[in-house]
């Protein structure tokens, strides 16, 4: 029944224009998605339904109150770090709350060790992290980034506004704040020191990092996934 159902709605969702990023939140976010009213919404598990669309929004709007569309509407980019000169070029940064803290509950939270320190993370971060460490762990000169964390699990809002920091579901990790920037504290506009090689082994393990965002924080990392797969953007 439920294999059935899940069929006919990837049929469906295959043959509309939003096909894509409602795939990839049932894929990476466990959300189920499906049409009520004409609209597309994705499902949680205790029945609480996301709008897919919620019309023209500014970036203010997608920012402080995001429909599931966008999560999507600015495509992150691997590749060699470069200066974020677009004030709207923040990728990663439109969370749906709700549906976030469903694919990563509290009950998931698992005590890790990344790079000699402890950490709580999301149990699906945890092998990701290992991963991680086993490739830049080698490297020397990658070890002062890694001498302390900025932390990982941490239930709190994002500073200056009330919504919930990706920390607070056990997907965000910071490392070495000292070797670190943030837009709240710099007045010269973007600036990193975090080096490529981080970055890649970050980003080949489904993880965005903050340097790629105009209001960057460069010693954060996201796990998010579903930002890193092409086909999820629509
Ligand atoms: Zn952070």
Same mark, same amino acid.
């Given at each position: 029944?439920?294999?059935?159902?899940?069929?006919?709605?990837?049929?469906?969702?295959?043959?509309?224009?939003?096909?894509?990023?409602?795939?990839?939140?049932?894929?990476?976010?466990?959300?189920?998605?499906?049409?009520?009213?004409?609209?597309?919404?994705?499902?949680?598990?205790?029945?609480?339904?996301?709008?897919?669309?919620?019309?023209?929004? %500014?970036?203010?709007?997608?920012?402080?109150?995001?429909?599931?569309?966008?999560?999507?509407?600015?495509?992150?980019?691997?590749?060699?770090?470069?200066?974020?000169?677009?004030?709207?070029?923040?990728?990663?940064?439109?969370?749906?709350?709700?549906?976030?803290?469903?694919?990563?509950?509290? %009950?998931?939270?698992?005590?890790?060790?990344?790079?000699?320190?402890?950490?709580?993370?999301?149990?699906?971060?945890?092998?990701?992290?290992?991963?991680?460490?086993?490739?830049?762990?080698?490297?020397?000169?990658?070890?002062?980034?890694?001498?302390?964390?900025?932390?990982?699990?941490?239930?709190?809002?994002?500073?200056?506004?009330?919504?919930?920091?990706?920390?607070?579901?056990?997907?965000?990790?910071?490392?070495?704040?000292?070797?670190?920037?943030?837009?709240?504290? %710099?007045?010269?506009?973007?600036?990193?020191?975090?080096?490529?090689?981080?970055?890649?082994?970050?980003?080949?393990?489904?993880?965005?990092?903050?340097?790629?965002?105009?209001?960057?924080?460069?010693?954060?990392?996201?796990?998010?996934?579903?930002?890193?797969?092409? %086909?999820?953007?629509?």
């Amino acid at each position: 029944m439920g294999v059935v159902r899940q069929l006919i709605g990837t049929m469906i969702l295959a043959a509309t224009a939003h096909a894509t990023p409602l795939q990839c939140v049932e894929r990476y976010l466990g959300a189920h998605a499906e049409q009520r009213g004409g609209a597309w919404v994705a499902v949680l598990a205790d029945g609480t339904a996301l709008p897919y669309d919620r019309g023209v929004r %500014s970036a203010a709007e997608r920012l402080d109150d995001p429909a599931i569309k966008d999560i999507f509407a600015t495509r992150y980019h691997t590749g060699p770090i470069k200066p974020v000169t677009d004030e709207n070029e923040d990728p990663g940064r439109a969370r749906v709350e709700a549906l976030y803290r469903a694919a990563y509950p509290e %009950s998931k939270l698992v005590k890790a060790t990344f790079m000699g320190h402890p950490v709580q993370v999301n149990d699906q971060v945890a092998p990701a992290l290992a991963r991680i460490a086993a490739r830049v762990g080698k490297d020397p000169a990658l070890a002062p980034f890694f001498a302390k964390l900025g932390g990982s699990h941490n239930d709190r809002v994002i500073a200056g506004t009330t919504r919930q920091s990706a920390h607070a579901w056990g997907i965000a990790l910071d490392l070495n704040p000292a070797l670190s920037h943030y837009w709240r504290w %710099s007045k010269a506009g973007w600036q990193n020191k975090i080096p490529q090689k981080i970055v890649d082994a970050f980003e080949a393990e489904g993880f965005i990092w903050g340097g790629r965002w105009y209001h960057f924080d460069t010693m954060h990392f996201e796990y998010r996934p579903e930002l890193l797969d092409g %086909s999820c953007y629509p």
